[in-house]
């Protein structure tokens, strides 16, 4: 970089506004998740009153504050990142006072990102998980529909067969109302006859979490390496 670029550009403030717009669009899509979750119809969490208000009508009602604001403050820091890239890109390469609107939109940035990320972190750390409403949930669906066809290719039928097996056995559950893992074994082998008994240890719902265990998959070991993994970085950042 030469004179003339250091003082005609400011790509550095770029790259950290656009690092900060990164960071909201999860922290936002992160907001989205917890908003819904903390529904009646959902139910999988609960959020301390501190960090949620009533509403103005309805008694009942606890409003996910700190989500609900760290989603709407996304387009905020988005708008910032615009608003540098439109100053500076009309500039001759020489320096120009147009470039002194440079700080407001960065140290907003960066003051409004730490602002969410620490309440978050406090919110997160106090809410309450509703363990049986998300495992009540994660029953509905046929989500073990694909570990079904899994099981069969283990077994030696190729996987196109074994899809449609499976998808056979979930409309089969469907019409019964039951789930797949609660299919008895003699009605699973009028499907296949390489179903047997191992099959409902198979596709219990702890068992399909727990066979995901490659890189970035949802078993709990897996999750606790992503977890190591991250730290470890931001302790080489520090």
Avoid at 175 to 192: D, I, T, V, Y
Avoid at 205 to 216: F, P, Y
Wanted: proline residues 4%; glycine residues 6%; aromatic residues 8%.
């Amino acid at each position: 970089m030469n004179s003339m670029d250091a003082v005609s550009d400011r790509d550095h403030f770029v790259e950290l506004m656009s690092a900060l717009s990164i960071i909201m669009m999860h922290t936002s899509r992160l907001s989205e998740e917890i908003i819904m979750w903390a529904t009646s119809e959902f139910n999988f969490i609960q959020l301390p009153d501190e960090y949620t208000t009533g509403s103005s009508i309805m008694p009942q009602k606890k409003n996910p504050d700190v989500a609900e604001l760290c989603r709407g403050k996304t387009g905020r820091v988005y708008g910032n990142l615009m608003s540098l890239l439109t100053v500076l890109k009309g500039l001759p390469l020489a320096y120009n006072k147009d470039i002194q609107e440079d700080k407001e939109p960065l140290f907003d940035s960066v003051e409004t990102v730490k602002l969410c990320i620490e309440a978050f972190i406090e919110m997160v750390d106090v809410m309450k998980v509703n363990e049986e409403s998300m495992y009540e949930s994660a029953t509905k669906g046929y989500v073990n529909a694909t570990d079904l066809a899994d099981y069969l290719v283990v077994k030696g039928l190729p996987f196109r067969d074994a899809y449609n097996i499976s998808g056979k056995v979930v409309s089969y559950c469907l019409g019964r109302g039951c789930a797949l893992e609660e299919l008895p074994l003699e009605e699973f082998k009028q499907f296949s006859p390489l179903i047997e008994e191992d099959v409902h240890e198979r596709l219990s719902l702890k068992t399909c979490v727990e066979r995901r265990n490659s890189a970035g998959g949802t078993s709990p070991a897996s999750v606790r390496k992503q977890i190591a993994y991250i730290r470890c970085l931001l302790l080489q950042e520090q």
